[in-house]
């Protein structure tokens, strides 16, 4: 059973990729590097790194066992990227069988289809998958192109983010 110690460590890591997010949209790749890359600064929040944030996360739904957060006014990078962090922690925990659903999905249907189908392999792995999800969102008119440019940090951050979130969950089970 998660405490709110754990799930302060979970909405930090979604914080966090909100921040990275927030980084690769505005086109400030060096400050993303230096705070997500191989080597990354320490983050605190006292970092200069976050912006005050207009909209707050909320509680919507606890249910025995499971816990909704709704996070709103993510831009369009976070909305893909954070799904994609969900995607790779899903897998570890489905290829361990385990009885563990972490979820992110966007409201937008046609973005979640999209994500569906690359959670599913259907655009490849790795940075293949990523570049085939990249030009497929561009066809339908999702302005990635920020995104398409930096696959590589972007799947950096992916893996190191799924893997922190296995570790919270995991210590939790």
Do not use: C, W
Not at 87 to 98: L, S, T
Not at 104 to 127: M, T, V
Request: charged share 30%; glycine share 6%.
């Amino acid at each position: 059973m998660a405490n709110l110690y754990e799930v302060g460590y979970l909405s930090v890591d979604l914080f966090q990729l909100i921040t990275f997010s927030d980084l690769i949209e505005q086109g400030d790749i060096d400050k993303a590097k230096d705070y997500f890359g191989e080597k990354p600064k320490p983050i605190n929040r006292y970092s200069s790194l976050y912006r005050k944030r207009k909209t707050t996360s909320e509680i919507a739904d606890v249910k025995k066992g499971s816990l909704e957060l709704i996070i709103a006014g993510v831009t369009l990078s976070a909305a893909i990227i954070m799904p994609l962090v969900q995607i790779a922690a899903q897998k570890y925990f489905d290829y361990r069988n385990a009885n563990v659903q972490f979820q992110i999905s966007p409201d937008d249907l046609s973005l979640k289809r999209i994500i569906d189908a690359y959670a599913k392999g259907d655009f490849g792995r790795g940075q293949e998958g990523l570049d085939t999800l990249f030009a497929i969102l561009e066809r339908r008119d999702y302005d990635v192109r920020i995104l398409a440019e930096n696959t590589y940090i972007i799947e950096h951050v992916i893996d190191k983010y799924s893997k922190r979130i296995v570790k919270t969950v995991n210590k939790n089970r």
